[in-house]
């Protein structure tokens, strides 16, 4: 086994969070207590497949809850379930009726093969996979077939993956939708099942919230947010929870010399805003983690218009500014014992008689002067003005996100965002993180080569070139021009925001709100260091540094 499975096996979400959610909920078992309902409920329980090289003579094996429940029902559920036809597979599953009175409605899901772990190859937890698409496949029946009003999932082993998959799978986009009179607008609530670990399944509801409340921002359409209303919307989100909040102007924009932000937002009517948000989550004096997130509201490419099939899904061009937000939110729910400063630029790139146009010379808030090749290249203008001010923050580590490249998304396609950083320990942990939650990174390079592409620039110190070669790497290193100083990484997430097909169980086609539960993940592995990490004792990773309030000297 590998230095890294090693790693990926020891650290486990639910210990992550649980050091902290344990002292405010009270492990409960639902087993005995179900009687007492009055509304319509429905389970969720699994099935192993065994398979014997013929799938007449495959058979299947209960999982440790299913045969619990099976003896207590003196056998029915495995006599219904064989007689339903042949033995349950992956991902298929088969909803009985009528065994018995607290449960009128049980589905039985496939699970596929027992004792999958972590696959280096595929770099994912395929166990916690398997258990996601099994909740979100046991849910998702139950709703469609016996409209439930209450359904409890078994945690088919591992609380927090069940948690996450039903709340993702069960989430529907329905806010713009008319229904007629009888119809149903709410979505079953989902509890957990004869297990102890109710702290792994809280933990699993805020991280899924999180991400669906990233798939309802980007599934909004432009007209309805807005720069000022994706604002305003961030506000209400956030403001009811110990969150600081400023708001930053186009004049306070100005001011501060961010013309390459401003240069973007010229071509449309609605100004640019920067909202500033900042938790607290120790001591003030410790340094933030900065996480900058791209919030193009729409992008139609400005004068280098986009064809209509390229502006079909450019509402979620803010998708990077919806997975912070909701990070943010979560990181302040399960109360993160790290500082967060979340910075996040609303802006539109339209087609407007004032737009920059190719050719354009605009001057960045560090001074650098930047060509502009293209102005469908937004992305990287509207963050490099971001990085800079970073600065003043002294922070720990700097993360930005954001669709920046299309390469990304004929590269990698919905498998994966694509990861840049000058740190090998950022890397690692970002990689970790999203092992556990499926989501995953690949590491891209940062070489030398694209350096020199983007500083061979005749008229201007950088340029924003339009080219597609080597696209995603050339933005990240136009972006590590103005990364003054300290851990930063990249993640450009162009593939990953939506998704036409359904490549996982748990979301359905349409904006997927990803990687918003890795970056949850990630964030955490800072808040809780493993005993081996503290051993090393090793000054360049992860420690807790301060640094001087109104300083310009680096933290120590």
Not at 32 to 56: D, M, Q
Not at 395 to 421: E, Q, W, Y
């Amino acid at each position: 086994m590998t230095k890294l499975s090693k790693l990926v096996l020891k650290n486990s979400s639910s210990k992550t969070f649980g050091k902290i959610l344990s002292k405010t909920i009270r492990n409960s078992r639902y087993f005995s207590s179900v009687a007492c309902e009055t509304v319509t409920k429905g389970l969720v329980l699994g099935a192993y497949e065994i398979n014997s090289g013929s799938h007449l003579q495959s058979s299947f094996v209960f999982t440790p809850t299913a045969q619990t429940y099976n003896k207590l029902l003196g056998g029915k559920l495995r006599a219904e379930l064989t007689k339903s036809g042949p033995a349950i597979r992956k991902n298929e599953v088969r909803v009985l009726y009528g065994l018995e009175e607290t449960f009128p409605s049980i589905a039985v899901v496939g699970l596929g093969e027992r004792g999958l772990g972590y696959n280096e190859q595929e770099q994912m937890d395929e166990q916690k996979e398997q258990i996601r698409e099994a909740a979100a496949i046991g849910s998702v029946a139950l709703r469609d077939v016996s409209r439930m009003e209450k359904i409890f999932i078994e945690s088919f082993g591992h609380a927090e993956s069940a948690a996450e998959g039903s709340v993702l799978g069960l989430w529907s986009h329905v806010d713009y939708k008319t229904y007629k009179l009888g119809e149903s607008l709410t979505t079953p609530h989902v509890e957990l099942f004869d297990d102890c670990d109710l702290t792994g399944w809280k933990i699993g509801l805020q991280k899924a919230n999180a991400q669906n409340l990233a798939r309802k921002l980007c599934e909004m359409p432009a007209n309805h947010l807005t720069p000022r209303k994706f604002a305003e919307l961030a506000v209400k989100i956030l403001s009811n929870s110990d969150i600081n909040l400023e708001m930053k102007t186009k004049h306070w924009l100005q001011m501060k010399g961010m013309d390459a932000l401003l240069a973007v937002a010229k071509g449309s009517c609605e100004e640019p805003l920067l909202l500033e948000a900042t938790y607290y989550g120790c001591e003030p004096h410790v340094c933030p983690v900065i996480l900058i997130g791209k919030g193009v509201t729409f992008d139609a490419g400005g004068h280098c218009l986009k064809t209509p099939e390229g502006m079909e899904h450019m509402r979620g061009d803010m998708a990077g500014a919806a997975c912070v937000i909701a990070t943010l939110k979560a990181a302040e729910t399960l109360k993160l014992p790290i500082n967060i400063r979340a910075l996040i630029p609303m802006c539109e790139n339209m087609l407007g008689p004032r737009g920059m146009k190719p050719g354009d010379i605009v001057k960045a808030m560090n001074g650098k002067t930047i060509h502009v090749d293209s102005t469908d290249t937004d992305g990287r203008l509207v963050i490099a003005d971001i990085l800079s001010y970073a600065e003043t923050f002294n922070p720990k580590v700097i993360v930005d996100i954001g669709g920046f490249s299309r390469s990304t998304k004929n590269g990698l396609g919905s498998a994966a965002a694509s990861v840049i950083t000058n740190n090998d320990k950022l890397w690692e942990q970002m990689k970790i993180a999203g092992v556990h939650t499926g989501d995953r990174v690949w590491r891209l390079p940062l070489w030398k080569h694209f350096m020199k592409a983007v500083k061979y620039c005749l008229p201007a110190d950088l340029c924003e070139t339009a080219s597609n070669l080597g696209a995603s790497c050339r933005s990240a290193a136009f972006l590590q021009e103005f990364v003054c100083r300290g851990d930063w990484l990249h993640m450009d997430i162009y593939g990953i925001t939506h998704q036409d097909e359904v490549t996982v169980q748990y979301l359905k086609p349409g904006m997927t709100g990803r990687p918003t539960r890795t970056l949850i993940e990630f964030l955490a592995q800072f808040a809780f260091k493993t005993d081996e990490q503290r051993n090393q004792k090793n000054a360049t990773e992860y420690k807790e540094i301060t640094c001087q309030d109104k300083s310009n000297n680096p933290c120590k």
